[in-house]
């Protein structure tokens, strides 16, 4: 669950990330905050997802956007990339889900596949990765990519591909704002 917040004085965006496996106060069986906005009963949905987020940051967040990781992937391409430094080679297999995540170190132009990637890998297979767990690799890495991607976002200036970019998240993006 990544929440960002914007200082239109200085131009800057700022993530605050709730790890998935976060425990949470919920009637179901699964205990976490990654489980609250699927949940087809009644104490789940997007609303309890926002009141779960303020029972444990005190904050009620003002709006939310819910985007899927095919989303991203669309976004990514119809800003024609994104230029991002990735920290270190991502190298994970998950046969279970049909993932396979292979992307060098260093700074290259990333494509919507490459976006989907980044923000998917979870660990290494061989362990190589810095402390190897979401609060040391995998937050700071998707929280760096989505500051790529609004810096990229706010350097858009021809018609078209705004028009192009409205459609993907007109499309895509489920929003109160």
């Known amino acids: 669950l990544l929440l960002a917040t914007y200082d239109i004085t200085a131009g ?3 993530f605050l990330s709730i790890p998935r496996d976060t425990a949470v106060d919920v009637p179901w069986e699964i205990k976490k905050i990654s ?7 009644p104490d789940g949905g997007i609303d309890s997802l ?7 940051t005190g904050i009620y967040p003002d709006y939310y956007f819910v985007a899927d990781t095919d989303t991203v992937s669309q976004l990514v391409d119809a800003l024609g990339g994104v230029w991002f430094d990735v920290p270190f080679a991502l190298d994970y297999d998950d046969p279970y889900q ?3 995540i292979h992307q060098e170190a260093g700074r290259r132009l990333l494509s919507g596949e490459d976006a989907a990637e980044i923000i998917c890998w979870r660990r290494n297979n061989d ?4 402390g190897g767990n979401d609060l040391t690799d995998r937050i700071p890495l998707q929280q760096a990519f989505f500051q790529a991607v609004i810096q990229r976002s706010l350097e858009v200036e021809e018609w078209p591909q705004i028009m192009e970019l409205a ?3 007109a499309e895509n993006v489920i929003t109160d704002l």
């Open 167 to 169: 459609g993907v998240l």
């Open 12 to 14: 800057e965006v700022s």
């Open 50 to 56: 926002m009141q779960q987020v303020q029972g444990l």
């Open 98 to 100: 049909d993932l396979h």
């Open 127 to 130: 362990g190589s990765n810095l």
């Open 35 to 41: 489980s609250v906005y699927s949940s087809p009963l």
